[in-house]
């Protein structure tokens, strides 16, 4: 366990093999590059036609194009990844509260249930990332990444 035993730093071999270290490592790394990839994505559509994925009643009020909405939604994705990069703890949350909103909005498209509930799951994991931040990010109480 990678816990502090009287003042003392675990050193990094205990931390490299510390199962939550591991977990926040793997969290962080997956949230940094799939905000980041999935952003960049929004300018390309190579993996999917974005604005389908844009639920008409906020295609309705929002100004231009639904793909114009997707350019603004990619920047704040690679914004999140980039902030889960520098300081996870609130890369974390700020993932987290993008996903409830891609949620609320999957929710109003018939067919993408299923989409909705594996961004929930997403959800949790983002809020893990920002729990465990709150230990092993640099500059936090717990020991530094």
Known sequence: ???????????SQTLRSDPAY????????VFT????LFGLDKFANLL??????????????VPGTAQQAMYAVGVVEVVAGVAVAVAPRFGGLLVAAWLAGIIVTLLTIPGFYDVALRDFGLLVAAVALARLAARYAPGRRGPAA
């Open 33 to 36: 590059v799939a905000p980041v």
């Open 1 to 11: 366990m990678a816990a502090e035993v009287s003042g003392v730093r675990p050193t």
């Open 22 to 29: 591991q977990a926040f490592l793997a969290l962080r790394t």
């Open 48 to 61: 999917v036609d974005w604005p389908a994925y844009l639920a008409p009643w906020i295609d309705g009020i």
